[in-house]
């Protein structure tokens, strides 16, 4: 069964950094696109960045030029490196990745169960 495990997230203050990682912890055939989605309390999931299995990026404007995401395509591992914090970066974390499970699946969206990030003073 796929399964999506994350960590790395905390509590940070103000300008401070995190690194959140990802990686799958089943048996997979082939992972396609990867990426990172928020969700603020009383807020609907919002899309953070994503990364081609060639690496092409797409980032959400709110986050452009302070977060990173790549991959490590042998380690089946998604990172997201996140510099000067703000705290309406405050959400929890979910990874994401578009994935099939033999030659034969279809391609499914699979969900990590998220990781808690916080930034205040």
């Known amino acids: 069964q796929v399964g999506l495990v994350e960590s790395g997230g905390g509590l940070v203050q103000p300008g401070g950094s995190l690194r959140l990682s990802c990686r799958n912890s089943?048996?997979?055939?082939?992972?396609?696109?990867m990426g990172w989605y928020r969700q603020a309390p009383g807020k609907q999931r919002e899309l953070v960045a994503t990364?081609?299995?060639?690496?092409?990026?797409n980032y959400a404007d709110s986050v452009k030029g302070r977060f990173t995401v790549s991959r490590d395509n042998a380690k089946k591992t998604v990172y997201l490196q996140m510099n000067s914090l703000k705290p309406e970066d405050t959400a929890v974390y979910y990874c994401?990745?578009?994935?099939?499970?033999?030659?034969?699946?279809?391609?499914?969206?699979?969900w990590g169960q998220g990781t808690q990030v916080t930034v205040s003073s």
């Open positions: 990364i081609t299995e060639t690496g092409s990026t």
């Open positions: 089943g048996l997979i055939f082939k992972i396609y696109d």
């Open positions: 994401n990745a578009d994935t099939q499970r033999t030659i034969m699946s279809a391609r499914i969206q699979t």
